[in-house]
């Protein structure tokens, strides 16, 4: 492994946990008139449609506050309760808590430093609103480990666009076939990569195995970041 390309959400950070506690505190402060259980019903079912349809969810993810506030007005007027004001109000309280909750997995700032130590080349890949990505990159003082930082919102595409993969191997230097890259979207961080001749790793932090029916087949499979760093 002479480079890697690393994801950050969900592989150096925990972006998906306590999603649904802050749904529910966002519903408390903002909808407080509303029967609670039917709305956070309502949101389960509203956030499964919104981001099931793969080009709205490529175009909306740049933009995470406004998803929100689309996911909570679809929700609201499910319960009956339409309410443009009530939905940016739910997704901004939203919006604080999750910014609030994101900390890195405990693995990540060893694996990094590991990688640093050996003198690993490293991109950091990932998709979403630049804003937000940005931030969460400064909270946490992660751009000291990265040689090149790429970000769809800044980039005007993502992953698993292979123009992303391609620029990542130009900044660092490197060729496809001497990089790795690791994440736990098993098509954007392992299947897309290698269909450029890198090497792709899938963090499976649960332990689900591989998806039924995925013609994917990672290079390796790991619970943890450590799992990377064996001689």
């Not at 939203?94 to 909750?101: I, K, L, S």
């Not at 790429?150 to 391609?166: A, F, N, T």
């Given at each position: 492994m002479k480079a890697l390309l690393v994801d950050l959400d969900d592989t150096l950070l925990d972006y998906s946990g306590g999603a649904d506690a802050c749904w529910e505190a966002a519903c408390a402060a903002a909808a407080?008139?509303?029967?609670?259980?039917?709305?956070?019903?309502?949101?389960?079912?509203?956030?499964?449609?919104?981001?099931?349809?793969?080009?709205?969810?490529?175009?909306?993810?740049?933009?995470?506050?406004?998803a929100w506030t689309k996911i909570a007005a679809r929700a609201l007027e499910a319960c009956g309760g339409a309410d443009s004001r009530m939905a940016a109000a739910i997704a901004e309280v939203?919006?604080?808590?999750?910014?609030?909750?994101w900390r890195l997995f405990p693995d990540a700032l060893a694996f990094l430093t590991s990688l640093r130590e050996r003198r690993v080349p490293l991109a950091l890949v990932t998709n979403g609103d630049a804003r937000q990505q940005r931030d969460k990159i400064a909270r946490h003082d992660l751009a000291r480990w990265f040689d090149a930082?790429?970000?769809?919102?800044?980039?005007?595409?993502?992953?698993?666009?292979?123009?992303?993969?391609?620029?990542?191997l130009r900044k660092l230097g490197a060729a496809a076939e001497d990089a790795w890259m690791v994440g736990d979207h098993i098509e954007f961080d392992v299947g897309a990569p290698q269909r450029l001749g890198l090497r792709g790793v899938w963090l499976d932090r649960a332990g689900a195995g591989v998806p039924a029916g995925a013609d994917v087949r990672p290079h390796l499979i790991i619970r943890d970041l450590f799992a990377m760093l064996a001689p």
């Open positions: 407080p008139d509303l029967e609670r259980a039917a709305l956070l019903a309502a949101l389960v079912d509203a956030r499964q449609w919104f981001w099931s349809d793969p080009e709205r969810h490529r175009r909306e993810r740049v933009n995470m506050l406004g939203f919006a604080e808590r999750r910014r609030a909750a930082i790429l970000i769809e919102g800044e980039m005007g595409c993502g992953k698993p666009d292979e123009s992303v993969y391609r620029e990542a």
